[in-house]
Every structure is written in C-alpha cells, then in structure tokens.
C-alpha cells in the first residue's frame, strides 16, 4: 500500500461519520526493518525540508494532533520528528487552564505559542479541546466567564468553529501551514493499550484512573470529533483523519502527510547575488592568505 495523503483528507464541508472512517488499514511495511527503513526515509525528508524551511525564510508550520487517550500522539511526535533540528521545533502540550489563561478569550493561551517563520510548532491537543472537553463536560464552561449562560448559548459551538476557522484563515493568509491530525483510534484497542499500561511497570506512570472514567463519555466524544472535524477542515487548514490502531503504521502515515505538505510549498535556498558572490570571493581569498 503507498500512502495517499488524501486519502486521510476530511474535504470541506465533508459530513464526517467516524464510523465510516477505518481505525485500521493494511499496513504500508512488511516487516519492522522495513517499517524502520521507511520511517528513516520520511526522517531524512522531513530534516531536508525543515533545513529549508529555515533558510527560505517564508512559512511556518504547525503541526495539531488531537485523540482519545492511548491513541499514540507522544509516540507519533517523538518518532516522526527524531530527525529535525530541535531548535527549529518546539513541542507544547495542553491540560486544564490555568487561572490566568481562564482569563482570557479560548484562543488566547495557544495563540503565544504560535511558531515563527521558519519554523516548525507543534500542539499536543490544542485550542481544540474547547470544542471537545469542553463540549463533553459543559460544566466546564462555568469557569470561563462567558458573558451569556452556556446552556442557554444555542450558537456558542457554532461561534467557536468560527473563530477557530478564523484565525486558521489569518495564519495561513500570512505564512503559516496548518496540519491537524486525529488518531482514531478502536474503543477496544485503548482498553488493549489500558491495560498493557497497568501490568507493565514501566509504563504505569502514563496511566491514571481518569481515563477509565473518560472512556464511559466515548459516544459523546465522538459526536464532538464529527462535527469538530466536518465544521473546521478547510482547503487550507484541512484534517486528517489516521487509522491509530497500528501505532508503526499511523506514524508513517502522518510522516508522509507532513513531507507532503512541505514539499508542496516548492522551497528553495535564498539566491546569491552578484554583489553578494563577490564580497565571498574576497572574503574567501582572504582566508586562503591567513
């Protein structure tokens, strides 16, 4: 199977049944050499294109994943960035706000850490979960301030997607390149995933009694995902909706989607000039007589 990126692709205005969206397809490798000769391949890509996207001195890139817990966002980031130059990425990840950041408007604690040209940003969950936790557990909402009732707020979702596809708009407007990815991941692979975390010691820190409780609102979540996905995947800020259940195979996929995105904005070094060519030369003859 080669990996089509568009095949993954949520089209605008798509109405998403997640259902209908496999959270297992074949595999693109063969063997766990081959999946690590292909990875090591879409690696070495994506530390060219970031090279170059450094130098050319034009976009940036934000990378979004989003998922039910266990869907395998660390490991995705961890693997499929291992080759990129870390001070030309930086990873933020997202929990409960603050007191501070309550004080503010939804997009505001995410919008600071928006990457500058040239480099890459990514967003482990993101402005995101005010459309889904927050949309699973309203209560939630009581603590932002808003200036009407949530309950009596018939449009506070719909405003949302809004500005969310407007700030998504005014960013790539003016450089930068949004991917997001949802792992979609089976309800019974997490319970696999549950319960490899607590008979492995060494991964019973990733484990907390709050996902099992999570698991019980599944359904709810994933109505939030399909409206969040159908009302916000844009032609420019599209989603991508990756089969999670084969960890190997998800990270390949979203490694291709990235190369491909990259590789689509046609980079290339900054031009020398004639004048520039020139005060090299010297410089060069200058250090040939040191």
Partial sequence: ???????FRVHEGDDVDLKKWPTKVDPVYKSKEQYQELLADHVAGLSAQQELLYASDRHAILLIFQAMDAAG???????V??????QGCQVFSYKHPSATELQHDFLWRTTRDLPERGRIGIFNRSYYEEVLIVRVH???LLGEG???KPQADKDLW????RSIANLERHLHVNGTRIIKFFLHLSKDEQRKRFLARIDHPKKNWKFSAADVEERKYWKHYMKAYEACLGATSTGTSPWYVVPADDKENARLIVSRIVLDTLEDLKMSYPETTD??????LAIRKGLERD
């Fill in 146 to 148: 808003l200036t009407d």
């Fill in 1 to 7: 199977m080669k990996i089509q990126s568009k095949d």
């Fill in 73 to 79: 966002k660390d490991g995705a980031i961890q693997h």
């Fill in 158 to 161: 719909h405003d949302r997607y």
């Fill in 81 to 86: 960035m291992s080759g990129v130059n870390p």
């Fill in 138 to 140: 309203r209560d939630l």
């Fill in 275 to 280: 004048e520039r060519r020139k005060e090299l």
